[in-house]
């Protein structure tokens, strides 16, 4: 059965399927090589990747087609997340490690989005905003329904909250960002009327 079943297996299937593998693992590649360094050559993250310069230019044919891969493959997950967590937590604990993958997202960007913009023109941040603010809306909107968030935040407010993350150089910035987003969750966080 199993002899069969491979016997009938289309050859491009296989070749698909390991260029779909090549693909993913440059970009993971690449994504750690840029947050290393935002002049992170083709060359080496080919190397890296432990790909031939054949496929890495097949599959990204200039360096910005590389960065904007990356970068729109990162703010994918990031939106993708959200439906995610909310199906696996509690929507406060889904908002929180939300904004925990935010932070990840944000120091990778720092990287890449220097990158980006040194190579190209295109504004994505425009590009990712509305889904972005769908995502913490859905979030924010489970937790308003389960009686955690106060009710008169928004997604637009939120964002603007958090976007101390893009703007952090320091060393600590791990800490700090924690502490901080902890803040932002404590201030999010609904209380009895008499406390506010």
Request: net charge negative.
């Given at each position: 059965?199993?002899?069969?079943?491979?016997?009938?297996?289309?050859?491009?299937?296989?070749?698909?399927?390991?260029?779909?593998?090549?693909?993913?693992?440059?970009?993971?590649?690449?994504?750690?090589?840029?947050?290393?360094?935002?002049?992170?050559?083709?060359?080496?993250?080919?190397?890296?990747?432990?790909?031939?310069?054949?496929?890495?230019?097949?599959?990204?044919?200039?360096?910005?087609?590389?960065?904007?891969?990356?970068?729109?493959?990162?703010?994918?997950?990031?939106?993708?997340?959200?439906?995610?967590l909310l199906?696996?937590?509690?929507?406060?604990?889904?908002?929180?490690?939300?904004f925990d993958?935010?932070?990840?997202?944000?120091?990778?960007?720092?990287?890449?989005?220097?990158?980006?913009?040194?190579?190209?023109?295109?504004?994505?941040?425009?590009?990712?905003?509305?889904?972005?603010?769908?995502?913490?809306?859905?979030?924010?909107?489970?937790?308003?329904?389960?009686?955690t968030v106060?009710?008169?935040?928004?997604?637009?407010?939120?964002?603007?909250?958090?976007?101390?993350?893009?703007?952090?150089?320091?060393?600590?910035?791990?800490?700090?960002?924690?502490?901080?987003?902890?803040?932002?969750?404590?201030?999010?966080?609904?209380?009895?009327?008499?406390?506010?």
């Open positions: 059965m199993i002899e069969r079943e491979r016997a009938t297996e289309k050859p491009g299937a296989t070749k698909r399927s390991d260029a779909e593998q090549n693909r993913a693992r440059i970009l993971e590649i690449a994504r750690t090589a840029l947050t290393a360094s935002s002049d992170a050559t083709m060359n080496s993250i080919a190397k890296r990747a432990g790909v031939g310069q054949g496929t890495m230019y097949r599959h990204f044919p200039n360096r910005e087609a590389l960065l904007l891969a990356v970068y729109r493959h990162d703010v994918q997950a990031l939106i993708d997340a959200a439906p995610e199906a696996q937590e509690t929507p406060f604990e889904a908002l929180r490690l939300w993958r935010l932070a990840s997202y944000a120091r990778i960007k720092h990287g890449v989005a220097a990158a980006v913009e040194a190579a190209t023109r295109a504004d994505l941040s425009n590009e990712y905003y509305d889904p972005v603010i769908a995502a913490i809306t859905l979030l924010l909107d489970a937790c308003k329904t389960a009686g106060r009710p008169d935040v928004d997604a637009d407010e939120v964002l603007l909250l958090v976007s101390f993350l893009w703007r952090m150089e320091n060393p600590d910035w791990e800490a700090r960002s924690r502490h901080l987003l902890t803040l932002v969750m404590d201030g999010l966080r609904e209380r009895p009327d008499h406390e506010r």
